[in-house]
């Protein structure tokens, strides 16, 4: 949900107090998942399967979690059906007591991303998502998502997935580890609320817990090094 204080405009540039509210989803786990739709991914390896079984299996994976979505953006009272929602942003973070290390401190961010929330994460879950997830033994995931509406700027967010991505790069050293480019840059001069930034804030409790990074024969670190 988005909130607008104050707009002005000074030439081609926006400056707006902009106040996000974020809907996030309980902890996602592919193999829970795969237990509910009747599969038990203990003891099925995707890998070994024919391309066309493998791929109705996670289509059918992916379809309930996508119903988990749209039943979290409904139970906000969002305004818009999940699906209509064009001018989205969302974040997808790792959950629990586990966390990525980057070059300057450790962060449960994998990824930032904006545009049609449900249509760009049905796609992040069928390309990368649950091999994600089976790398690391089901891993659990949560997903952090909110609109973005301002009247008269229609790219505003696309600028707060940029100013995302840059406060990320800035403070941990690294794009987030499934971002391959940094936001479209924009010289607009947002401000925003202590609470938009919480998707990258570390669950306090991780001091317990695991800080793991790819090593050098697994495909995400070829990524990072990229």
């Known amino acids: 949900m988005l909130f607008i204080n104050t707009v002005i405009s000074e030439g081609n540039n926006i400056m707006a107090f902009i106040k996000v509210e974020w809907t996030k989803t309980e902890p996602i786990t592919i193999r829970e998942y795969g237990n509910y739709c009747g599969f038990n991914l203990s003891i099925i390896d995707l890998l070994t399967l024919s391309n066309e079984r493998r791929n109705w299996i996670e289509k059918e994976i992916v379809s309930c979690i996508l119903e988990e979505l749209d039943a979290t953006w409904k139970k906000y009272q969002w305004d818009t059906h999940l699906s209509k929602v064009g001018k989205g942003v969302y974040v997808i973070t790792l959950s629990g007591n586990m966390c990525i290390q980057y070059p300057n401190k ?121």
């Open 106 to 226: 450790e962060s449960q961010v994998i990824y930032i991303g904006s545009g049609e929330i449900r249509k760009r994460i049905k796609a992040h879950l069928i390309n990368w998502v649950t091999h994600f997830s089976e790398s690391l033994h089901d891993i659990k995931f949560q997903i952090w998502m909110t609109e973005i509406k301002i009247p008269g700027s229609p790219n505003a967010f696309r600028d707060v997935e940029a100013d995302l991505i840059e406060m990320f790069e800035t403070e941990y050293g690294d794009l987030p580890i499934e971002n391959s480019k940094a936001g479209n840059y924009h010289k607009n001069n947002h401000h925003y609320n202590t609470e938009w930034e919480i998707p990258l804030k570390i669950n306090g409790s991780i001091n317990s817990g695991w800080c793991i990074a790819p090593m050098p024969d697994n495909e995400w670190f070829s990524k990072k090094e990229e």
